[in-house]
């Protein structure tokens, strides 16, 4: 009985410790964007603001277009997640049930491209995004990302747990293949569905280098670029950035949060297990 | 027999299913191509060129670039900055996580999935916002680290802490996944193995060693493998934190290349020095692959 209790006492210890060190910056940011200009060059800091004032989030609202970079990243990463989790599915359904030639041969490839880093690709995918005259054009931001071969990979794993017999049964009362995947299939993937929304809406919503380098002007600039910018030009006004960051937190947050349950079932039930 | 069945399956072939299965390998086909190999063949191309897209400049020059970069020793110092810092931060990532998830997998703890969740929230919050963070947490006058530790360290600027500042940033952004991972793997283990061990009186730490950590290999192993590849390509910690200083300090390749290719616009010379790093990523997930002892995933 004593040895349990005192080994419990000591992993929820070690749990606790880890549980700080990660609310802390949090925690910290939080407390930043409530405080006053004064408060903020003073040359003593305290963690909690002495003085709490909304003024950072009104101005950081105001100052720099925040609303209209946050919709700008809330689109773009709405739209590609829901385009990429359905190209994943349908392709990961393809390479996982039909038997056809060359379907080894295209699965390696997809696979062998996750490990292209994307310094090699970046410099002539910019060319031909030159070359196209799709600088500063939104689908210079989806369609190089139509598919993603991670996706694709995960989706593939969730469809060998598909029985395939169910499939034959639908075939047999007379289903075509489009009905099979999209009634069928795809309700079963949602798991992976879930997994994926998490994973690809924080990607798009984190995504810096690429849209740094496509986007121009002002009015479609994302707001992981905007952050960086508003450091720059206002000499890094942290109070202010921070009221922006603890915004522009909350759409993943929530994203995760609606996504999380099926997220863990599909990563206890089969995703990464190789 | 098998033969005969797959011939029945292909006689039964639907024109569905040949519409559906012919755009998508057709389209998968003319997206990897377009996005990856002809990129990439344009990257190997390039690099034996003057290309500089601002100023229109394409001249073959041979092996120029690629003789600059091997005789370049901040890039080779940036390569062994990268593969050190990449190396620590995979180690750390999958230590902190099996600690962590077998603490959490345990039953003796109380709010497990409350844990978890809170664990897993760096990894959900954009890098470049909590870098921003970071880099206020680490200033030396009003910082948030020093007056905790009680330090006067200038983190970003004094050439022996930079580096483990950035490392520190990375492992707290990404040590949830693992746990969040692992804790999966171990969920999806078979229970009557534990079971079994506890009842032949195995304490935990042979349990650990014995049982759960060689059943979680390649769980373990995708993890190395995903982290490797995308550590070795950091940038934005640095771009955020330090911009590669002080002097050259925290160059990892990665920023080298960006800077090279995006703000000197020296695109061949930056192409050759993308290729390396891409042959070397290449050959150390070849080499883990061997290693796992699974030619495929």
């Known amino acids: 009985m004593k040895p349990a209790k005192m080994k419990s006492i000591g992993l929820n210890a070690v749990l606790l410790i880890f549980s700080g060190i990660t609310i802390l910056p949090f925690l910290w940011m939080l407390a930043f964007s409530f405080k006053t200009n004064a408060e903020i060059s003073a040359l003593s800091q305290r963690f909690l ?16 277009a925040f609303l209209r970079y946050f919709f700008n990243s809330l689109s773009y990463a709405l739209v590609l997640s829901v385009i990429t989790i359905y190209t994943s599915a349908i392709s990961g359904f393809v390479l996982c049930k039909y038997r056809f030639r060359g379907r080894k041969l295209l699965f390696g490839m997809i696979l062998s491209t996750m490990m292209v880093p994307g310094v090699v690709t970046i410099i002539p995918r910019y060319s031909m995004m030159r070359a196209l005259g799709w600088l500063n054009q939104f689908q210079a931001l989806i369609v190089p990302s139509l598919f993603t071969s991670f996706g694709i990979f995960m989706m593939r794993q969730s469809c060998t747990a598909v029985p395939d017999e169910i499939l034959e049964a639908a075939r047999i009362d007379g289903a075509n293949e ?9 309700p079963m993937l949602r798991n992976a569905v879930a997994s994926m929304a998490i994973f690809q809406f924080l990607w798009a919503w984190e995504d810096y280098l690429w849209p ?17 910018m508003f450091s720059g030009r206002f000499s890094t006004d942290y109070a202010g950035l921070f009221a922006a960051t603890s915004i522009a937190i909350i759409p993943v947050v929530i994203c995760y949060l609606v996504f999380q349950k099926q997220f863990i079932q599909g990563i206890a039930s089969s995703a990464v297990k190789g | ?46 690099s034996f060129h003057l290309w500089n897209p601002l100023k229109g400049q394409f001249k073959y020059t041979g092996l120029k670039n690629w003789q600059t970069v091997l005789n370049n020793k901040l890039f080779w110092f940036s390569l062994k900055n990268t593969g050190l810092f990449s190396v620590a931060a995979v180690l750390a990532r999958i230590v902190i996580g099996l600690l962590l998830a077998s603490a959490l997998f345990s039953r003796l ?23 921003f963070v970071w880099k206020n947490m680490y200033d030396p006058q009003f910082g948030l680290l020093n007056q905790l530790l009680g330090t006067k360290i200038n983190w970003l600027f004094d050439g022996r ?36 061990a506890e009842i032949d009186g195995a304490n935990a730490m042979q349990r650990f060693f014995g049982i759960t950590l060689p059943l979680l290999r390649p769980t373990v192993i995708f993890i190395v493998i995903t982290s490797f590849i995308s550590y070795f390509q950091t940038y934005i910690p640095v771009m955020v934190l330090t911009q590669g200083g002080p002097g050259t300090k925290t160059h990892l390749a990665s920023y080298l290349i960006f800077d090279q290719a995006f ?18 990523i290449a050959v150390l997930t070849g080499l883990s692959f061997k290693a796992s002892g699974k030619n495929q995933l």
Request: a positive charge; proline letters at 5%.
């Open chain 1, 49 to 64: 603001p002495r003085h709490p004032t909304w003024d950072n989030y009104a101005n950081a609202l105001t100052r720099m």
């Open chain 1, 212 to 228: 740094y380098l496509m986007i121009r002007s002002e009015s479609k600039q994302l707001l992981s670029i905007a952050l960086n």
């Open chain 1, 178 to 186: 489009f009905y099979i995947f999209h009634r069928i299939v795809l």
């Open chain 2, 1 to 46: 027999m098998m033969q005969a069945n797959r011939r029945k399956k292909n006689a039964l072939r639907s024109r569905s299913e040949i519409i559906l299965r012919s755009t998508v390998a057709a389209a998968l086909v003319i997206f990897f191509f377009a996005f990856y190999f002809i990129p990439i063949l344009i990257a190997f191309y390039g």
């Open chain 2, 161 to 196: 802490y930079a580096m483990p500042a950035i490392l520190l940033l990375t492992v707290w952004k990404d040590f949830g996944y693992a746990v969040v991972i692992l804790l999966g793997g171990m969920y999806s283990l078979p229970m009557d193995c534990f079971e079994a």
């Open chain 2, 263 to 280: 703000s000197k616009y020296n695109f061949g010379y930056a192409s050759a020095m993308s290729f390396i790093l891409f042959i070397i």
């Open chain 2, 109 to 131: 703890v109380k709010a497990p999935s409350f844990l978890r969740t809170l664990y897993y929230l760096p990894t959900i919050t954009p890098m470049v916002a909590v870098a």
